[in-house]
């Protein structure tokens, strides 16, 4: 077993799986295309200055280029300077030609190959300060576009997978010691300057970050005993029930390994907030209801990833079936276009809890009519693709693979949208390498509406109640 676990680590320490070619197709911008890159490194200082009650972040990113064109990134506060190679540059926000997202078009033509992008900003959201301190946090949400880690610091999208450090600088609070909650590896240099280090297969969605004073959430520490024979370091703060929630975690981590194998992080880290939850890498903010829907999350969501907006549907649809009970059935369910939504999609349908869910109760029932087990795919499927990201044809392939049977009409007519793979009359994208045929393709096309199903376990909520769970 331990031997295993070695195996998870090795894998987690390695090169990224997947690559530029998970992302989006690149789009006209300007007199070329706006290009979607890859990130290499990214390194970032956040300055809590309490006397000026600030937040500045100074942020390098390198990047690969794979084509000539603008580089494409993230950032929803404006930036305060903006450097391409140590070239004053400035950078528009741009919608995608479907008009399904926005992201950052910096504006210089550039070359194929490496790059450096350094950037200055003031972070307003997530930051707290009262008398005692201050707070900030990472909240992020699968539900509504553009509100991964772009909220918050520079980045780029769900296929590619970054090295990022973070150094945090609390100045003027002498005496006032804080804390930092982080899914990386954390290291106090001196009171209220902290450095972490994230493993290097972490998205944009990854990250879960929160700092606060020092015992302002009580908090708790145990170690779990893994089937791989880890002692698996746990850290549980709420205002709630320390031993409920630690009770709680305790039953569900022994159930995932049970069904899925050992935990596929280093540790656990569990934010007892009350209402609803929010899934990360092997992290979670949720209340004690959630709480195994979240963890779980940690094998289908935050080890195993989607690599965009059309892919997460599967991870809410898996925990969703077990939360209803690992049920199989004969009936296929409803019609949706969960990855039938436009290329450039960053959020995940909300029928992915209901009638993907019943999906795959639907593919369940398929193999269990011939002697195979759905939880046992799943266990394979994860431990195959555990640290890389995927997307809804990796999961169709894999299913395939297993069960020997074929697909492709289930996944048209209830995935992507009856009668078409592609989503429904979607645009598909094979074969679209030049500018003017992409453009063409383009033109006419609006994204696809949306249905909004409040689920118990991630519910909306508002900037101010986000704001309020940064120190409860």
Same mark, same amino acid.
């Given at each position: 077993?331990?031997?295993? *676990?070695?195996?998870?680590?090795?894998?987690?320490?390695?090169?990224?799986?997947?690559?530029?070619? !998970?992302?989006?197709?690149?789009?006209?911008?300007?007199?070329?295309?706006?290009?979607?890159?890859?990130?290499?490194?990214?390194?970032?200082?956040? @300055?809590?200055?309490?006397?000026?009650?600030?937040?500045?972040?100074?942020?390098?990113?390198?990047?690969?280029?794979?084509?000539?064109?603008?580089?494409?990134?993230?950032?929803?506060?404006?930036?305060?300077?903006?450097?391409?190679?140590? #070239?004053?540059?400035?950078?528009?926000? !741009?919608?995608?030609?479907?008009?399904?997202?926005?992201?950052?078009?910096?504006?210089?033509?550039?070359?194929?190959?490496?790059?450096?992008?350094?950037?200055?900003?003031?972070?307003?959201?997530?930051?707290?300060?009262? =008398?005692?301190?201050?707070?900030?946090?990472?909240?992020?949400?699968?539900?509504?576009?553009?509100?991964?880690?772009?909220?918050?610091?520079? @980045?780029?999208?769900?296929?590619?997978?970054?090295?990022?450090?973070?150094?945090?600088?609390?100045?003027?609070?002498?005496?006032?010691?804080?804390?930092?909650?982080?899914?990386? &590896?954390?290291?106090?240099?001196?009171?209220?300057?902290?450095?972490?280090?994230?493993?290097?297969?972490?998205?944009?969605?990854?990250?879960?970050?929160?700092?606060?004073?020092?015992?302002?959430?009580?908090?708790?520490?145990?170690?779990?005993?893994?089937?791989?024979?880890?002692?698996?370091?746990?850290?549980? $703060? &709420? &205002? +709630?029930?320390?031993?409920?929630?630690?009770?709680?975690?305790?039953?569900?981590?022994?159930?995932?390994? @049970?069904?899925?194998?050992?935990?596929?992080?280093?540790?656990?880290?569990?934010?007892?907030?009350?209402?609803?939850?929010?899934?990360?890498?092997?992290?979670?903010?949720?209340?004690?209801?959630?709480?195994?829907?979240?963890?779980?999350?940690?094998?289908?969501?935050?080890?195993?990833?989607?690599?965009?907006?059309?892919? +997460?549907?599967?991870?809410?649809?898996?925990?969703?079936?077990?939360?209803?009970?690992?049920?199989?059935?004969?009936?296929?369910?409803?019609?949706?276009?969960?990855?039938?939504?436009?290329?450039? #999609?960053?959020?995940?349908?909300?029928? =992915?809890?209901?009638?993907?869910?019943? *999906?795959?109760?639907?593919?369940?029932?398929?193999?269990?009519?011939?002697?195979?087990? *759905?939880?046992?795919?799943?266990?394979? $499927?994860?431990?195959?693709?555990?640290?890389?990201?995927?997307?809804?044809?990796?999961?169709?392939?894999?299913?395939?693979?297993?069960?020997?049977?074929?697909?492709?009409?289930?996944?048209?007519?209830?995935?992507?949208?009856?009668?078409?793979?592609? +989503?429904?009359?979607?645009?598909?994208?094979?074969?679209?390498?030049?500018?003017?045929?992409?453009?063409?393709?383009?033109?006419?096309?609006?994204?696809?509406?949306?249905?909004?199903?409040?689920?118990? *376990?991630?519910?909306?909520?508002?900037?101010?109640?986000?704001?309020?769970?940064?120190?409860?």
């Amino acid at each position: 077993m331990k031997r295993r *676990f070695l195996a998870v680590i090795l894998l987690a320490a390695a090169p990224a799986f997947a690559s530029i070619e !998970q992302a989006p197709p690149n789009f006209p911008y300007a007199d070329g295309d706006a290009v979607f890159v890859d990130f290499t490194k990214a390194d970032y200082k956040i @300055t809590y200055d309490f006397a000026a009650k600030t937040a500045t972040v100074e942020s390098e990113m390198e990047f690969d280029m794979p084509a000539k064109g603008y580089p494409i990134f993230d950032l929803i506060p404006e930036p305060l300077s903006l450097k391409l190679d140590d #070239t004053a540059v400035t950078a528009n926000l !741009q919608s995608d030609p479907d008009g399904a997202s926005k992201f950052r078009v910096v504006n210089q033509l550039s070359t194929p190959g490496s790059h450096r992008l350094s950037i200055v900003h003031k972070m307003k959201q997530g930051v707290s300060f009262r =008398a005692a301190g201050v707070a900030s946090g990472f909240w992020m949400s699968d539900l509504s576009d553009r509100e991964y880690l772009e909220q918050y610091l520079p @980045t780029n999208f769900e296929f590619d997978q970054i090295p990022m450090k973070i150094r945090v600088e609390v100045t003027g609070a002498k005496g006032m010691p804080h804390v930092l909650r982080a899914n990386g &590896t954390v290291k106090t240099v001196s009171e209220n300057i902290f450095e972490v280090e994230f493993p290097k297969f972490y998205t944009t969605s990854s990250m879960f970050f929160h700092l606060l004073p020092v015992g302002a959430v009580p908090s708790m520490e145990f170690t779990f005993d893994s089937v791989d024979g880890r002692k698996l370091p746990v850290e549980i $703060y &709420t &205002t +709630g029930s320390l031993k409920g929630y630690a009770d709680e975690v305790k039953y569900v981590l022994k159930e995932l390994e @049970t069904d899925y194998g050992p935990f596929p992080h280093a540790k656990v880290i569990v934010y007892g907030a009350g209402g609803g939850g929010m899934e990360y890498s092997g992290a979670t903010m949720s209340a004690l209801s959630a709480v195994g829907h979240e963890l779980f999350h940690s094998y289908n969501a935050r080890a195993v990833m989607p690599a965009q907006g059309n892919a +997460g549907w599967i991870d809410e649809a898996m925990s969703s079936w077990r939360d209803r009970g690992y049920q199989a059935k004969k009936t296929p369910g409803l019609t949706t276009k969960m990855a039938g939504h436009s290329v450039w #999609t960053r959020m995940t349908d909300d029928n =992915a809890y209901t009638r993907g869910a019943a *999906f795959l109760e639907w593919m369940a029932g398929k193999m269990e009519t011939r002697g195979q087990s *759905f939880k046992t795919f799943l266990r394979g $499927y994860f431990e195959k693709n555990f640290y890389s990201t995927v997307t809804t044809e990796t999961l169709r392939a894999a299913m395939e693979a297993y069960s020997t049977l074929d697909l492709e009409s289930d996944f048209a007519t209830y995935i992507y949208g009856k009668g078409t793979k592609n +989503g429904g009359g979607g645009t598909s994208w094979g074969g679209l390498s030049t500018r003017a045929t992409r453009e063409a393709a383009c033109s006419g096309r609006v994204a696809a509406p949306r249905s909004v199903i409040e689920n118990p *376990f991630h519910p909306r909520i508002s900037r101010e109640q986000t704001q309020a769970l940064l120190w409860p």
